[in-house]
């Protein structure tokens, strides 16, 4: 489970939150990858690429990037859809990996049109691989946004990309797909029905909250304000720690939240298991071809008192790039 929101503020800054509902760890870290790191689509290498973005992401086992932003202010977020049906692996057609298929967009594009424009030329397929600690293969969709408040919703319920492309597309949870969660938006007062907001957990009451509240965000008289107005926003949407009921031992809970400003290219990241907020100034970093990939070792941040904190640019560490799970 997770929730993400679009928020285009007074001022036309463009905000994106984001909550990683999940029922285990992810041993997440955050990277720091430069331009020029050469890529394939780990499911052949009939698709190969060379960065052209630098990018900062969120990284899932440190082999699956699920969150994060380029530096043309491109975003990416991958989140749990069951539905999502990929269809039986074509190799006669484009695909990628679905550890490296968020990252590719980063790499290579600047907007979503450009993205969007891309999937309904090559109707590039997805493949999902299992984890190799764990076998679990993952059932995902993909959002999209950019610096204009742009927003792409990218699922695949039939072999082929469904692309939900527009800026009113600012939120999205979980299942049921797309389509459905608008119709039954449109079932909730004060978007058309008669129904309250709902205040549970479940992705269709998220989205509804989501929604709403995104809405009616009050004006920022800064960047700080308009970061800590988007953390209102997701939090109202977070999943609390709970045991899980019998049969149910895949219970999801918030374990880590981001606000990614697309304008001021900064990302923020706030774990639900340790006390402090840290956040990036892409500016700050050194993307350059050639320059070293970077790791933010978060798993290792377990200081109450001088951990990591604040604007944490400065702190990664040079390391080889990702390695991104693939088709053996």
């Not at 939090?235 to 939240?257: C, D, E, L, M, Y």
């Not at 001088?306 to 990702?322: I, M, Q, T």
């Amino acid at each position: 489970m997770c929730t993400r929101v679009v928020w285009t503020g007074p001022s036309g800054d463009v905000l994106v939150g984001r909550n990683m509902d999940y029922h285990r760890d992810t041993a997440t870290n955050l990277w720091s990858l430069p331009r020029g790191i050469e890529r394939d689509d780990g499911v052949g290498g009939h698709l190969s690429w060379t960065a052209k973005y630098g990018s900062v992401v969120a990284a899932a086992y440190d082999m699956m990037t699920v969150d994060g932003m380029n530096e043309a202010g491109l975003g990416g977020h991958i989140l749990w859809l069951t539905e999502s049906d990929y269809g039986t692996y074509d190799k006669s057609r484009p695909a990628l990996s679905v550890a490296v298929w968020m990252q590719y967009f980063l790499d290579n594009f600047a907007t979503v049109a450009e993205a969007v424009e891309w999937i309904e030329k090559t109707q590039v397929q997805v493949v999902p691989l299992g984890d190799p600690a764990t076998g679990e293969v993952p059932a995902v969709h993909l959002a999209l946004d950019d610096a204009t408040g742009d927003s792409a919703v990218i699922e695949y319920l039939d072999g082929t990309p469904t692309v939900w492309h527009s800026h009113d597309y600012a939120v999205m949870t979980n299942s049921p797909a797309y389509g459905e969660q608008l119709d039954l938006l449109k079932q909730v007062r004060g978007f058309g029905g008669d129904e309250p907001i709902g205040g549970t957990g479940s992705a269709t009451d998220r989205f509804a909250r989501a929604a709403h509240y995104v809405e009616r965000l009050p004006e920022p008289q800064s960047r700080v304000q308009a970061i800590a107005g988007m953390f209102s926003v997701i939090r109202n949407v977070a999943q609390p720690f709970r045991t899980p009921a019998p049969g149910k031992p895949f219970v999801s809970q918030t374990i880590w939240q981001t606000v990614a400003d697309l304008t001021n290219k900064r990302y923020v990241f706030e774990s639900t298991t340790r006390p402090n907020i840290v956040w990036v100034d892409l500016d700050e970093l050194d993307f350059s071809e050639g320059a070293p990939a970077g790791k933010l070792d978060l798993l290792g941040d377990t200081a109450l008192e001088g951990g990591l904190a604040g604007n944490v640019s400065g702190r990664f560490e040079k390391a080889d790039p990702l390695t991104f799970i693939s088709m053996p």
